[in-house]
């Protein structure tokens, strides 16, 4: 085929999630099995045509230490597999990833992210992210701290209850079209405001709905890619940047470090068709809008987002791919796919992509 | 395409039972501001962070990056997590070099730790809440089946344990300081795991450690000799299935295989001046000279009993002491790989082997499963014929 691209240009060539569950009995590595038995199957290529392996996971979840070596049964490692792993969304996976494939000398390679939240009470759980000497035992845990956020937010006169509850209602619209999704429906604006308070100005329905599952992805260089599938998604760039973990070293109602990552990928260099944002506190997507000066002409989070399913862990990932999905299918040109990390958005993660051989 | 990398600045915190002057703030950035004076860079020079340590539980602080972003002049950069079991250290020092080699970032700070004395290490090694029976447990029947197949004498561990303390007597970073350490003493120690005495097995350290990787074109801004990084290999199998060779792991045969063949090595014994190997218990030095294909099989407990493994020996292993010395766990497999480049930069102190030019880090984690290992030198092309 011909094509314009770069020999080390790396494409996505192909995608896999599991439904959210809002409980999946079994353990995490079938999570993962079905997602990774999926893209083989539908790449049509062996486990040993993989150079590459690298999962994103949390062994607190389960509470488990070494929690992740049992996931490697779900991907493959006999014979022995070159395989690495982070304790982050699987995003940051397909950031090492993606880099790994630049040095040249391995083609394909598979990213994983997978989380089984339910074993656990994943509030308490993540509020074990903060500094343990001064902010957690203050009991300053994430959706805290989005409260603070969105109240910081509304206060600077960038947002109102109605704009923070119009983004649960479209999530859900959204959703009605996502099979993977928990929760779905038409709901209004009013219907939404008339519910109690939980971190307030949020309310429970702002916050994301933890779930178990995976998502998986291949990716190949240039040459492989094109044999590999018909419609390569093109990653055009990825870059993460970190912000003081310190809330009052921020401005809580921008995200610099997204804006930071925008510049790293040149978002801003054509449209963006799609956007896909870790959004699991409702006014998050509107600081992300802005960051990424995202206008009406871009559609964001058709899938429904993580407000209707956040399987932890893969729901970064799972971002990635929803935009791949649709550009592979041609409903999109150039999107990108947000990942987040950390209380109040403290770390985001952007991958760009774009469609065309 | 890949390019060259080095490390150019090399940081250590002492290891100790208990840091309790340091936060894991303080902990973490001692060593990235060493690693930082020795390359006489600043954060301000750093494009990106890699962070490993074992699992979060070993503290009870979960995806520590984010507390540490501040402490480690991360904010406004990538900042990125690595956790492979007790491979940790050595994946995270590989992931770093990736970070250079792939051509998107020039200049990486890495950095490990573990605070062990926050915490429940033996609880977290036995699987929390799964209940395993941990690290000892685990490997000392293997252990067991390495004795039977080589028909090794059993002072072999003993001596290990004696070689590496006393070598960590010329590191002032070491944790164990035992100035009257003998065969005798660690035969009298009490068995923790038959055959593994207490003076067989790791300490439980805090400690972390760092290194500047960088590219070639800016190796220059470093004043001190850079460690080429000629080559790096990973393989991991599964923790346990029927056939699994647990005493000689395929993956551990791979990924040496993998990685002698990418930077030149046929002899890995004489072409190999010194080798930094992941030993948490004694026995684990002759098994992974075996499974590394540094000795036949069955001949490693030989290059031991010889001395061929002692700070004068003709393949020196853990001149810094090793893991049986500090054991800051997710830190303990960088320390492996900086002590290599320590004696490839000539800058290993009173373990420094004469002429060190090529240096093996290496580690390996969960089940023996995880292998992570590099090689470094004083050269980016030197002459192994």
């Given at each position: 085929m ?62 488990m ?26 995003a ?6 993606w ?46 701290m ?14 109102t ?15 009605a ?9 038409t ?86 068709d ?18 990424l ?5 871009t ?59 | ?69 501040d ?165 991991t199998?599964?923790?346990?299935f029927?056939?699994?060779d ?37 026995w ?11 000795a ?90």
């Amino acid at each position: 085929m011909a094509t314009d691209r770069d020999p080390n240009d790396i494409a996505i060539v192909g995608v896999a999630q599991t439904v959210a569950h809002e409980r999946f009995d079994g353990p995490e590595v079938v999570l993962i099995m079905e997602c990774v038995n999926k893209l083989l199957s539908d790449a049509n290529i062996e486990r040993s045509d993989v150079g590459f392996t690298i999962a994103g996971s949390c062994d607190y979840l389960s509470g488990m230490p070494f929690a992740f070596v049992s996931n490697v049964d779900g991907m493959g490692a006999w014979p022995p597999v070159y395989e690495s792993h982070v304790e982050m969304d699987g995003a940051w996976g397909l950031f090492e990833a993606w880099l790994r494939l630049q040095m040249g000398d391995i083609d394909v390679a598979m990213v994983v992210g997978s989380g089984k939240s339910s074993p656990c009470d994943a509030r308490e759980v993540f509020h074990l992210q903060a500094d343990p000497y001064v902010v957690a035992p203050l009991g300053l845990d994430p959706d805290a701290m989005a409260g603070i956020q969105a109240r910081a937010l509304i206060n600077a006169g960038k947002a109102t209850e109605a704009d923070i509850a119009a983004v649960v209602a479209r999530s859900r619209a959204a959703a009605a079209s996502n099979p993977h999704a928990q929760i779905s429906g038409t709901v209004t604006g009013d219907e939404l405001l008339a519910e109690p308070y939980d971190m307030a100005p949020l309310r429970a329905h702002d916050v994301s709905i933890k779930a178990d599952g995976a998502a998986a992805l291949l990716i190949a260089r240039r040459d492989r890619a094109l044999e590999l599938t018909d419609n390569p998604v093109w990653i055009t760039g990825i870059d993460h940047r970190i912000e003081s973990h310190h809330a009052g070293l921020r401005d809580l109602t921008d995200s610099v470090s997204t804006r930071l990552a925008a510049a790293g990928v040149g978002l801003a260099d054509g449209p963006i068709d799609i956007a896909e944002l870790h959004v699991t506190h409702a006014h998050e997507e509107l600081i992300l809008r802005d960051a990424l000066g995202l206008t009406a002409a871009t559609s964001v989070n058709p899938s429904g987002g993580p407000l209707v399913g956040d399987p932890v862990m893969a729901t970064g990932l799972t971002r990635i791919i929803e935009v791949a999905r649709r550009i592979a299918a041609g409903e999109a040109t150039r999107g990108v796919g947000h990942a987040a990390s950390g209380a109040a958005l403290q770390q985001n993660l952007l991958c760009l992509m774009e469609g065309g051989a | 395409m890949a390019r060259p990398c080095a490390v150019v600045g090399i940081g250590q915190t002492k290891y100790k039972r208990r840091r309790d002057d340091l936060s894991l703030d303080g902990l973490v950035r001692e060593a990235a501001l060493r690693a930082l004076e020795d390359a006489n860079l600043t954060f301000a020079d750093i494009d990106a962070v890699v962070l490993g340590k074992a699992p979060d539980a070993l503290e009870g602080v979960i995806m520590p990056e984010l507390s540490l972003a501040d402490a480690l002049g991360a904010v406004g950069k990538p900042i990125h997590r690595v956790h492979t079991a007790g491979s940790v250290g050595a994946s995270t020092a590989i992931s770093a070099a990736v970070l250079v080699e792939s051509g998107r970032y020039d200049t990486v700070l890495t950095v490990t730790y573990e605070k062990q004395s926050e915490g429940n290490a033996t609880w977290a090694l036995s699987g929390g809440k799964s209940g395993g029976q941990g690290a000892g447990g685990t490997f000392a029947p293997w252990i067991r089946e390495y004795i039977r197949r080589s028909k090794a004498p059993e002072h072999i561990g003993w001596t290990v344990a004696v070689k590496d303390r006393l070598n960590a007597l010329k590191n002032q970073y070491a944790h164990l300081h035992l100035e009257d350490i003998s065969i005798e003493m660690v035969r009298e120690s009490p068995m923790l795991w038959d055959p593994l005495h207490f003076l067989e097995s790791c300490p439980s350290s805090d400690g972390a450690a760092a290194m500047v990787v960088t590219s070639e074109d800016k190796v220059g801004r470093s004043p001190n000799k850079p460690a080429w990084v000629l080559g790096h290999a990973k393989r991991t199998e599964f923790s346990s299935f029927p056939g699994r060779d647990t005493v000689r792991p395929q993956a551990g045969v791979d990924c040496a295989e993998a990685l002698y063949k990418e930077v030149g090595i046929t002899n890995p014994r004489k072409q190999i001046d010194a080798a930094e190997i992941y030993v948490p218990f004694s026995w684990y030095e002759p098994m992974w000279l075996e499974g590394h294909l540094i000795a036949e099989e069955g001949q490693g407990w030989k290059m031991t009993d010889e001395g061929a493994t002692a700070l004068d020996g003709d393949f020196p292993v853990n001149c810094s002491g090793g893991v049986l010395s500090s054991n800051p766990i997710g830190a303990s497999g960088m320390i492996r790989c900086l002590e290599a480049a320590n004696q490839v930069r000539g800058t290993a102190g009173d373990y420094q082997v004469d002429g060190a030019k090529v240096a093996l880090g290496h580690a390996y984690g969960g089940a023996a499963q995880y292998f992570a290992m590099w090689i470094v030198s004083s050269e980016l092309q030197p002459d192994f014929s």
